[in-house]
């Protein structure tokens, strides 16, 4: 398999919240030419989207984890913390040097602030 570039597509039964989430709170920033909704991690791109099926919140909020890599997680979760988002689990420390803060987004799926420290 050769893949070209890689796109997440997470739907919701109220993509506009969702997107305005994204958008205002996390300030993602929109992936350009691939419409209202899109937004750039690095080479990825995650799209917020509606679809027929999805109804309310997740079921499984564990089954798929948004993994933001930082570099300064403190300052980060602090900028989320004082536009209102919720930590469901801070700074916790990982055997493989992973330092770790969740939080949910509008529709309940676990986000992720992780800070790669080694030592």
């Not at 398999?1 to 890689?6: A, E, G, I, L, T």
């Not at 469901?88 to 770790?100: F, P, Q, T």
Request: net charge negative.
């Amino acid at each position: 398999m050769r893949v070209q570039s890689f796109v997440l597509k997470l739907t919701s039964e109220d993509p506009e919240l969702l997107r305005s989430f994204y958008e205002d709170i996390l300030e993602l920033p929109p992936r350009e030419g691939m419409g209202e909704g899109a937004f750039a991690l690095g080479d990825a791109t995650l799209i917020i989207d509606w679809h027929s099926e999805t109804k309310g919140q997740t079921n499984e909020p564990h089954r798929v984890l948004l993994d933001f890599y930082v570099e300064d997680l403190p300052e980060e979760q602090a900028q989320l913390e004082a536009r209102g988002v919720e930590f469901i689990r801070r700074e916790g420390k990982e055997w493989w040097g992973g330092i770790i803060s969740t939080f949910l987004d509008p529709d309940g799926n676990y986000c992720q602030l992780i800070e790669y420290r080694p030592d």
